[in-house]
T-cell receptor, first 115, second 114 residues
Framework: AQTVTQSQPEMSVQEAETVTLSCTYD???????LFWYKQPPSRQMILVIR??????QNATENRFSVNFQKAAKSFSLKISDSQLGDAAMYFC????????????FGKGTLLTVNP | GAVVSQHPSWVICKSGTSVKIECRSL??????MFWYRQFPKQSLMLMAT?????????EQGVEKDKFLINHASLTLSTLTVTSAHPEDSSFYICSGVIGAYGYTFGSGTRLTVV
């Protein structure tokens, strides 16, 4: 079974600075998808960014970008120019590339943004 | 974008009673719906996968007789917690599958059993 590991239970960053959240995963598959989700205090799950394993180019969405290292099975999230609204729990998630749509979530990283 | 409407957002029930949580897909057909449970400051734990018109598939350790899932239409999936006990108190979230690799999550239901 696939596992997703987020080794940083908590992280903090100063407003306007950059922070990187770590995620590693374990799989024997070659085709899969990786996600970063944000869960603010409202507890609504919000997609931050998605990466298809077959794509070598790292995904970016405005201030959010990933460093996808397929061989190392690493998928870190970089948040640039951090804003107070970025404060949330961040979950890394894995999905197999076949017809099984199950998501496997990491334990999460609680990000605090200091003004 | 695709929206899943989850109700109620919070519910308090007495021990021994049953409570139903609904998730409706408002603008897409939810062939598959996932149900998660989340304890405070913890991750989402998958409870079961429901597919429209068929029996739900439960994860190991989840009591299928306690957590009844029904997915009778492409727009409605329900989770009924039967004979609820205080240890069933938690945050429950549903998620619909969109396209090949998209997901939309309900806003969650906070269940408190007293």
């Amino acid at each position: 079974a696939q596992t997703v590991t987020q080794s940083q239970p908590e992280m903090s960053v100063q407003e306007a600075e950059t922070v990187t959240l770590s995620c590693t995963y374990d799989t024997s598959e070659s085709d899969y998808y990786l996600f970063w989700y944000k869960q603010p205090p409202s507890r609504q799950m919000i997609l931050v960014i998605r990466q298809e394993a077959y794509k070598q180019q790292n995904a970016t969405e405005n201030r959010f970008s990933v460093n996808f290292q397929k061989a190392a099975k690493s998928f870190s999230l970089k948040i640039s120019d951090s804003q107070l609204g970025d404060a949330a729990m961040y979950f890394c998630a894995y999905r197999s590339g076949g017809s099984n749509y199950k998501l496997t979530f990491g334990k999460g990283t609680l990000l605090t943004v200091n003004p | 974008g695709a929206v899943v409407s989850q109700h109620p957002s919070w519910v308090i029930c007495k021990s021994g009673t049953s409570v139903k949580i609904e998730c409706r897909s408002l603008d897409f057909q939810a062939t598959t719906m996932f149900w998660y449970r989340q304890f405070p400051k913890q991750s989402l734990m998958l409870m079961a996968t429901s597919n429209e018109g068929s029996k739900a598939t439960y994860e190991q350790g989840v009591e299928k007789d306690k957590f009844l899932i029904n997915h009778a239409s492409l727009t409605l999936s329900t989770l009924t917690v039967t004979s609820a006990h205080p240890e069933d108190s938690s945050f429950y979230i549903c998620s619909g599958v969109i396209g090949a690799y998209g997901y939309t999550f309900g806003s969650g239901t906070r269940l408190t059993v007293v």
